[in-house]
Structure formats: C-alpha cells, structure tokens
C-alpha cells in the first residue's frame, strides 16, 4: 500500500540556518505529493504541493521537488526565522479519481531559536 | 471564503455517551473529508464523501462510528459509546473534484473522553 516516511524530529536550528527536513513514499503510479504546516494552536496548512515528476512545489521560501526515481519530496527552506518553528508533515495521494484521502507522514517538529 | 469550520472545537465527555461533530465545508467543494489525529502522530483518514456519497471508508472507521452528508453540503461525524481510546482531534478537509485536489483543513475537534 501507500506510505509516507519523513525524518524524525525533533529539529532545532538557528535563525537563517540551512533546513531541509527528508521525505519519501511508496506508491503506485503518479502520487500527488503534498507539505502541511502546522503552526502551534492552529490547524493544519497547505504549504506546497506537487503533482508530477521533476514538479518543484515552492511557497514562503520553502521548496520541494518530486523526484521519481528517488521517490523522495524533501523539504528546504535556505534561511529559517523563528516564525518557521512548527510541525510539518509530508503527504501523498493516490493517482486517480478515486483516490480520496491523503497519507501523512508523522510529522517533524522544527524549532527555530533566535 | 471562510475556510473550513468546525464545532464544536472541544468537547469533555464520560465514556459510554454518545458524541456528535459538525463540518462545514468551503462552499463549493463537493469532497469532504474526515480524518483522526492522535498526539506526535500525523492524521489518519476516516472516511469521505463526494457530494452526499459516502464514497471511502478506513478500516479505522468501526461500527461505532457513522458519518452523514445528508445534503451535500455539512457533515455530522458521531461516535457512540465512546471510549477512551477515541480521544483524539478530529479533522475536517474539503477539496474540489478534479486537479491535484487540493484538501483544506478545518481548525478541528479535540475530543477527551474520561
């Protein structure tokens, strides 16, 4: 079946550090491929999103590519701010019209100190 | 465009009641969908609909757990006999029917059961 895997956290970087934060599935076909944010005390958030092969996803200074033939979607980001401390999570969906529902991995926590 | 909504946002109640949840949906998308996410986890799909039809459900969805879209529009999510292995947020999406069917979440239910 499908699955998602991103790295565990929790990550804690300075401001303006280098982050990237590992994501890779397993699917059939073409998955669509998806980065949420979820802020403290908020709901979860699109943050960007890809839907074929070699497609770079990119929103707020964050950047995905999907690469098929690692099946991988890792997040970067070159400068992080404190306001980047949140919890993200890579997801798929199926390729298809049927395909309803979005697979999440568990989540990274990043914290961003001043 | 007011987003996703849900009610309640937090409801307390003993094992064995009987719990109701309602989404509303952004008003033209014709999918919903509800999902569970438990602490340090990412969410876990549930079931979706497509209009009034209920076209998925998981195998997480026991048979104490019913979802309804009587209209097509809002949708009630009920647990009964709660236990306290259901306490958990529980997440609505809404999304439109073709693209990269992009799902946007609601703040969320956080549901204790003592």
């Known amino acids: 079946g499908n699955s998602v895997t991103q790295m565990e956290g929790p990550v804690t970087l300075s401001e303006e550090a280098f982050l990237t934060i590992n994501c890779t599935y397993t699917a059939t076909g073409y998955p669509s491929l998806f980065w949420y944010v979820q802020y403290p005390g908020e709901g979860l958030q699109l943050l960007l999103k890809?839907?074929?092969?070699?497609d770079k996803g990119s929103n707020k200074g964050f950047e995905a590519t999907y690469r098929k033939e690692t099946t991988s979607f890792h997040l970067e980001k070159g400068s992080v701010q404190v306001s980047d401390s949140a919890v993200y999570f890579c997801?798929?969906?199926?390729?298809?019209?049927?395909?309803?529902?979005?697979?999440f991995g568990k989540g990274t926590k990043l914290s961003v100190k001043p | 465009d007011t987003g996703v909504s849900q009610d309640p946002r937090h409801k307390i109640t003993k094992r064995g009641q009987n719990v109701t949840f309602r989404c509303d949906p952004i008003s033209e998308h014709n999918r919903l969908y509800w999902y569970r996410q438990t602490l340090g986890q990412g969410p876990e799909f549930l079931t979706y609909?497509?209009?009034?039809?209920?076209?998925?459900k998981s195998r997480l969805l026991s048979d104490r757990f019913s979802a309804e879209r009587p209209k097509g529009s809002f949708s009630t999510l009920e647990i009964q006999r709660t236990e306290q292995g259901d306490s958990a947020m529980y997440l609505c999406?809404?999304?439109?029917?073709?693209?990269?069917?992009?799902?946007?979440f609601g703040p969320g239910t956080r549901l204790t059961v003592t």
């Open positions: 609909f497509q209009n009034e039809a209920q076209l998925e």
């Open positions: 997801a798929l969906r199926g390729y298809g019209g049927s395909q309803g529902n979005l697979i």
């Open positions: 999406a809404s999304s439109l029917v073709g693209g990269s069917y992009e799902q946007y």
């Open positions: 890809a839907t074929k092969a070699d």
